[in-house]
């Protein structure tokens, strides 16, 4: 293993959404809400949502495939694999495990990270450090979500919210500059009542009881939620780029955590930061949880609004509740190649 730390990029990335789309109008026959209601509140037009057949495994790989060919790299090549979901296909095996046989990943090892909406964020700051100390070379981090299987879907304060999909990246060593500069995470157990599935587990089996109170469903309480979202995402930011030495003038791309377009806004508007360099999607996926942030990242690069050297947060907040942050150069191998030992 190497002493020194070696700089951590993302060299790849992917996306998969269900084929089906759920949209406001559909919602409207469903429970009792309106487009307007939905558009003026959150921004979310429409979602997508897995199939009968669809788990979040089968997001997640179909993904990663895309992001390992965009890696330029083989499967074999895959050391580690973490999977940042909240809706696994089921509690064990961990849906990396899963994702790693399918994908044919023979050397990978494989686990899942749990931190709500943060949980990519989360899970790019550990399969990082193993690029960072040579552990690992090439490490793939997923985000996905079948959230649709979680929604009371009568209730509309929720069900109108979340969608499903999945996004990947590839990461592992980069140029010295280059990369990753910084990752901030913290957390505030107090507040997790604010957004808990209750039911099903250790501390409250699945009962008859359970089922008919709908606690397996996801429980919000989204006014409080809304104002801690607003602080910590732009806090969290300023901590990143305070940690790199950067001034917030010099931030010059920000993916947020796509939950509801007023807290994205809100951000924004506290970091000065003009919406043109801001990816927004949640129009279009509502919130996907844990996929939210690679989705997000794959859509803009792949729109060219990110270039190498560009100085771009990751940022999201979620159930914990947790939040965090990560600033990097941006390190873009289809224009640069790099060879793993050079450097």
């Given at each position: ?62 993904a990663a495939r ?32 899963l994702v790693q ?91 997790g009542p604010l ?149």
């Amino acid at each position: 293993m190497s002493e020194r730390v070696l700089p951590v990029g993302i060299l790849g990335t992917g996306i998969y959404v269900p084929e089906r789309v759920l949209t406001n109008r559909d919602l409207e026959r469903m429970v009792d809400t309106s487009d307007e209601w939905i558009r003026t509140r959150t921004g979310i037009r429409e979602r997508h949502i897995v199939a009968d057949h669809e788990a979040a495994s089968d997001l997640a790989i179909l993904a990663a495939r895309q992001a390992i060919q965009d890696a330029g790299i083989s499967v074999e090549e895959i050391d580690l694999i973490v999977v940042a979901t909240n809706s696994p296909d089921m509690l064990f095996p961990a849906t990396a495990c899963l994702v790693q046989h399918a994908l044919g990943a023979k050397k990978a090892g494989a686990f899942d990270v749990q931190a709500g909406c943060t949980g990519f964020i989360y899970a790019l700051a550990c399969g990082g450090q193993f690029v960072a100390t040579g552990a690992a070379k090439a490490v793939l981090v997923i985000g996905t979500e079948a959230l649709s299987r979680l929604v009371n879907w009568q209730d509309r304060n929720t069900c109108v919210l979340f969608g499903d999909g999945a996004g990947a990246v590839v990461i592992g060593p980069v140029p010295e500059g280059y990369g990753i500069l910084a990752t901030r995470l913290g957390s505030e157990g107090a507040g997790g009542p604010l957004l808990s599935l209750p039911a099903g587990l250790s501390r409250c089996p699945a009962s008859p009881e359970t089922v008919a109170n709908n606690q397996h469903f996801i429980h919000m309480h989204g006014r409080e939620v809304f104002k801690f979202a607003v602080k910590v995402m732009e806090e969290s930011c300023l901590e990143v780029l305070q940690a790199a030495g950067l001034a917030p003038e010099q931030l010059d791309f920000l993916i947020p955590h796509q939950a509801n377009i007023r807290i994205i806004e809100a951000a924004a508007k506290r970091l000065d930061l003009p919406l043109e360099r801001v990816w927004i999607n949640v129009d279009r996926y509502g919130n996907t949880s844990a996929a939210s942030i690679p989705v997000a990242l794959h859509e803009a690069l792949q729109a060219g609004r990110i270039r190498d050297g560009d100085h771009v947060v990751l940022v999201a907040f979620g159930a914990g509740l947790t939040w965090g942050a990560t600033l990097l150069r941006w390190y873009d191998h289809h224009q640069q190649p790099f060879e793993k030992g050079d450097g």
